[in-house]
């Protein structure tokens, strides 16, 4: 069967014949090297086949030797519905206009996205642009180019500080950044500052108020260490001497930064025994397509005898034009992994005990902190474990504000 | 020569091993339950109807009666046949 099978892409026509032994004039056929097929004898004297298009102009000749009556009573397959298209006007417009639709509407905005400022700001963006001819709706072939909307945007709104401006098919994204325009602070009321730990003042520097404690004092938490009263006559000002002699209290907002040592014990324990995984290198890749939670493998078939897998998911999702479609393209690469475990010495344990504390405690006290030095005091070795008893010295500001309560 | 054409034939079939059909020129037929008949190496249609399909063949014909025959597909030297088959039949000359 497999000569007819494309006989419907190039097209073929079924033959009639009638006269006196039908069937023959098939038989000419085949022996002349034309494939027939789906013979029937209807009548007597009567014989129908079908044969190919590009056949038929051997009939034609093979006809002339012969004296049968031929009809082709059907015709089918591709060349004659494509005929039969072609014949429709109204349907090949109806294409042609809707190419032209697509065309059309392929070539308007659809979408101006805004992202990255607040609203009020993208409702000026928004006005520029329209002023600009940027909206949906409007001919992308008749913006200028990114980059110019970009500089001129930034110049009309003066709120932005930059903007990326991005064509995507039919959708301009523009993503701004805000200028933050800093606002003087307010005013702060009058405060202290009092120690928020117990420790050793190291370092001092009072940019406000009146300093309460000096270099190598010990302090404990809640201590005053700047004072936000100051009192007027240990001031070294002149016109003030000249004009007020009495006591009196002025109130400020203290402020300084006060460097302390402080202490901290810590206890941690360091595994003698680790175990890390690493990947060997070894590493397929699956492909799947998803709809709901149906997989459907398109590429990559079986697992590999890997003995650990890691596993890393990249979903995409599938777009048609614009919309995306509820199917997602899935790639997997599975690596193959192996778990080393390595043995400390005691010695090494404890450096890594001594490292995973330091830190931990910077992660506490924030970056500002810094760790002048550490202390093993004491140390046990229990169940394959290292106990470490540390304590660690560490330089950090331990001022805080504390409003003044003010009398009314 | 013809003749000792004739006789290396079925030596070569014995010996050799070769397939008859090519050999000797002998149609081969493949039939299909009673559904389909395939005739290859025959040498031309004779009759044929809704119930009966004859072939010549070298020496004789081949006669097939049954019922709603139609030829699936015609080509040079094959033929094959589809309908209800009952007989199958070599009638000689």
Redesign the interface.
Known sequence: ?K??QDSYLTGYVTLSVTGE?P??F??H???A?I???????IA?DR?D?NLKLRDIKYIRKLNKQTNYKLKFTDRKGYPFLFRRFVRRKELLLGIILSMFLILFLSNIIWEVKITGVPKDIEEKINKQLQSDGIHPGAWIFSLKSPNEIQQKLVKDVPELLWVGVEQKGTTFSLEGVEKIIVEEEEPIGPRDLVATKKGIIKKMYVSNGLAKVQVNDYVKPGDKLVSGVINETTKEDNKEEDKKKEEKKELVAAEGEIIATTWYEVNVTAPLETSYESLTGNKEKKFFLKTGNFHLPVWGFGTPDYKHIHREINQNKIKFLKWELPVEFVETTLNEKTYTSVERSQEEAVKAGIEQAKQELTLQLGPDAVIVSEKVLHETIENGKVKLNLYINVEENIAKAQPLTQGD | MKKLQQGIRPWLIKYLALPSDIVLELPRITIIGQLHVYIENHK??A????TELKLKINKGFIQITGSA????????EEI?LEGTIQEVKFVPE
């Open positions: 069967m000569q007819v032994k069937e023959l098939f038989q056929c085949t022996s090297g494939t027939v097929w789906n013979v029937r004898k007597p014989c086949g | 031309g249609l009759t044929y109807s809704e025959f139609v030829l699936k597909m015609m080509l040079p094959l």
